[in-house]
């Protein structure tokens, strides 16, 4: 087993019920967080992966009638923040960037310039496989659990919602 720790979006605040609720049968959320424009539900969970560990939260907090909409995470980032992730000079990432350094193949921004901000999700997965000491798979992992959370809320009110649910089995 490993700990996971982790925070899901909410829908919105749970009402003072449903947060006893929550706070006395899901033992994994150590905390609610609200009042302001996100509701979060922090969780330590031990499981076999982070999927499953994920999966089993949202289904005992959607059991009191709180659904959970993402996962947080901070996917658009710079330059900047992908040195201080990676330990890297701001230099050494713009050069990787660019190809003037490195094997090339850098994924590329996904704003333009002046502000270019990078998905973590594809600069963590191409650091990952070209500078194998560095694992950023976990990383890679939320941003996609957030992406079905987020596709699944959504789609939840569509008349045809099962087939979108099969998008995810194919």
Known sequence: MTEFEFSLVLEREPDDAQAEAIAANVPSVTGLEGGGPVSLAHAVVDALDFAT????????????????????????????????????????????????????????????????????????????????EQDFDLDRQATAADHFLRGRHITRAEPNADSWAQLLSI
Do not use: C
Not at 110 to 131: C, K, Q, R
């Open 53 to 132: 560990a994920v999966t089993s939260t949202v289904q005992q907090i959607e059991a009191f009638g709180v659904l959970v909409v993402g996962l947080q995470t901070d996917d658009l980032i710079s330059i900047k923040e992908i040195a201080a992730r990676t330990g890297r000079t701001r230099e050494s990432v713009r050069l990787l960037a660019t190809g003037k350094r490195g094997p090339g193949g850098f994924p590329s921004p996904i704003s333009p310039e002046p502000w270019s901000l990078y998905s973590w999700t594809e600069v963590g997965g191409w650091f990952s496989e070209h500078f194998r």
